[in-house]
Antibody, heavy 119, light 107 residues
């Protein structure tokens, strides 16, 4: 049974930092590209970032480039998102998702963790 | 960046109806298009990948079609559990953009 479990969300002041984690089980994490997707309250889905299976390639949405850093530790089956210089507009539920590179889709998603940026 | 535009944004239908949702891409994405269903408070769920391939375990009343820039998600004989928000996503090039969503409500 595949599980992706995010943690690390919470309330943070503008300009501060936060690190999200996503622990995977029941899936071949070390051979999977992983993504972060976010959803602001009442809004649609926004793709945030991808990291390749071995961490050698990373891409970011323009809205977070230079402020967010994606990383992974395959020995711990864990994906991270380091978020810095947080803004009000970063308030959202953050989901981690696995990419099925054979089928070009996101086949497994975590339950999400809420980040609220507020003073 | 590739923009995806879904229509309609809101759809009201009866149980048992057949509905379709359209997703148009600002440039060609071949068949690298997926559809997801999201119920309130839940994570998205994969329905269709490769524009027309049904994900394992998804009921056969869901179907997808199209390639290039125009795609369609169809749901035949709506069931109560189908009332949710639907998103298309292109995986042709980064950023992997989503459509704005189509909210399907019970009439």
């Amino acid at each position: 049974q595949v599980q992706l479990v995010e943690s690390g969300g919470g309330v943070v002041q503008p300009g501060r930092s936060l690190r999200l984690s996503c622990v995977a089980s029941g899936v071949r994490f070390s051979s999977s590209a992983m993504h972060w997707v976010r959803q602001a309250p009442g809004k649609g889905l926004e793709w945030v970032s991808i990291i390749s299976y071995d961490g050698s390639n990373k891409y970011y949405a323009d809205s977070v480039k230079g402020r967010f850093t994606i990383s992974r530790d395959n020995s711990k089956n864990t994906l991270y998102l380091q978020m810095s210089s947080l803004r009000d507009e970063d308030t959202a539920v953050y989901y981690c998702a696995r990419e099925d590179s054979s089928n070009w889709d996101f086949d497994f998603w975590g339950q999400g963790t809420l980040v609220t940026v507020s003073s | 960046d590739i923009q995806l535009t879904q229509s309609p944004s809101f759809l009201s239908a009866f149980v048992g109806d057949r509905v379709t949702v359209t997703c148009r891409a600002s440039q060609g994405v071949s068949s690298y298009l997926a559809w997801y269903q999201q119920r309130p408070g839940k994570a998205p769920k994969l329905l269709i990948y490769g524009a027309s391939i049904l994900q394992s375990g998804v009921p056969s009343r869901f179907s997808g079609s199209g390639s290039g820039t125009e795609f369609t998600l169809a749901i035949s004989s709506l069931q109560p559990e189908d009332f949710a928000t639907y998103y298309c996503q292109q995986l042709n090039s980064y950023p992997y953009t989503f459509g704005q969503g189509t909210k399907l409500e019970i009439k």
